[in-house]
């Protein structure tokens, strides 16, 4: 037993509301959104985020000042605090490879999340062809539409080593990198597909013989890690037949996705609040194998109860997409489907999806993932950059805006 005037420590299995001392339905209206079979209850603010952000800003100002005042009658201290928040949140990497990354960010509000979001598709700044010098086309591509697929191409260059450029600097070896194509397709040959000729040139320097149009004052050797170059060699740019041929020079500088979604680093960036499956009431029988075949993701399991008895149990909550169908029908009243305020599952991917627009009046062939967006956080980066070091590089964006706003404030 505890000494008297002290507190005993936490139980880690006790549930949060026993602690907060108020019951159990509130404390779910407090901390998780229900999804009912028609729609959606105790959303708040979050219904609002897909909307404009100064009302929602409002808006969750008003229900937040009139939760806490309910809460604080009940002993309860639902206020907002940096020392809450640096208790509270977490970041746990479920799984990271070359190609992806998928983490949950707990403790936090959905606005945390949808910034990083934002920022990862429009604000984290990437290399991409901008200009293009045309010596030689004789094939059926327009000069437009070859400029058009050599930007979208993901190249394999860090974009912390350039500094940006504006309209009015010179092409220099901090700002640019100059990558050369030359592919011709003799007369009487076959038909050939290029695509995986396209490489960095050595611009010449002053007084050099001059190996391309731009020509810089100081050699590129110095900022290399590694050669530049495309980050996969299967993309078709075109198919040549007898006696065609392209002879280009193209630019590639720095900036953002903002300015043009050929600059976005990401492929898909999404996020999405963490499910969560309740069972109200035991299913069992012939009923729970009924609801393992109507859920389209697996996330049920029968249990072997032992003398012919069995029942349903949630295996796998993650992969719930909240579609529904487990509550729809005469088991509905048993089950509960929730989202966790502050839970968000994160996610990135490697490849580039916005080449897939290409593949329907085009030969490109580049591997892709589509869009999605929903309340975890994944990230898909298309090459230049890890999606660990694109994450890092999103929070140090953040905290730079955040630096300015508190200036602009004092």
């Given amino acids: ?229 495309v980050k996969f060699k299967d993309i078709t740019i075109a198919r040549l037949g007898p006696g065609q041929a392209i002879e280009l020079e193209a630019h590639a500088i720095k900036g953002i996705g903002n300015v043009h979604a050929k600059w976005s680093p990401v492929a898909t960036t999404w996020y999405r609040m963490l499910p969560e499956v309740v069972f109200l009431k035991q299913i069992e029988g012939d009923e729970a194998e009924e609801l393992v075949k109507k859920c389209p993701v697996n996330v049920f399991d029968i249990e072997d109860l032992g003398n012919g008895r069995k029942r349903a149990v949630v295996a796998k909550p993650r992969a719930c997409t909240l579609c529904r169908e487990c509550v729809m029908g005469p088991s509905g009243e048993k089950i509960q489907l929730r989202r966790v305020r502050d839970h968000f599952i994160l996610k990135c991917l490697r490849y580039c999806a916005f080449i897939i627009a290409l593949n329907f009046h085009s030969n490109v062939l580049i591997r892709g993932v589509g869009y999605c967006f929903s309340l975890l956080v994944t990230i898909e980066s298309t090459g230049a950059l890890p999606p660990e070091v694109l994450f890092t590089e999103a929070v140090k964006i953040l905290e730079e805006k955040c630096g300015k706003v508190i200036s602009e404030l004092s």
């Fill in 1 to 229: 037993m505890p000494k008297k005037g002290t507190r005993s420590k936490k139980d880690n299995n006790m549930p949060d509301w026993q602690e907060n001392n108020i019951p159990d339905y509130l404390e779910v209206q407090r901390t998780r959104v229900v999804c009912n079979a028609d729609a959606p209850i105790h959303v708040y603010i979050y219904m609002l985020l897909s909307f404009h952000v100064f009302a929602s800003v409002a808006y969750d100002h008003l229900l937040k000042v009139s939760n806490t005042r309910v809460l604080l009658l009940m002993g309860v201290d639902n206020s907002v605090s940096v020392d809450k928040f640096c208790k509270n949140f977490k970041i746990d990497i479920k799984r990271l490879t070359e190609d992806d990354m998928e983490f949950d960010m707990i403790g936090v509000d959905a606005s945390i999340a949808n910034a990083f979001w934002r920022i990862l598709i429009a604000e984290v700044p990437t290399m991409a062809i901008e200009k293009i010098f045309m010596a030689d086309n004789t094939s059926v591509i327009a000069y437009e539409v070859l400029s058009h697929r050599l930007g979208v191409i993901p190249l394999d260059a860090d974009p912390r080593l350039f500094d940006h450029i504006s309209e009015n600097d010179v092409p220099n070896e901090r700002n640019t990198i100059v990558y050369g194509l030359h592919v011709s397709c003799e007369k009487g040959s076959q038909r050939i597909t290029e695509g995986s000729q396209l490489s960095m040139a050595s611009p010449g320097q002053s007084g050099d013989k001059q190996k391309t149009f731009t020509s810089f004052g100081q050699s590129q050797k110095d900022i290399l890690d590694k050669p530049f170059g």
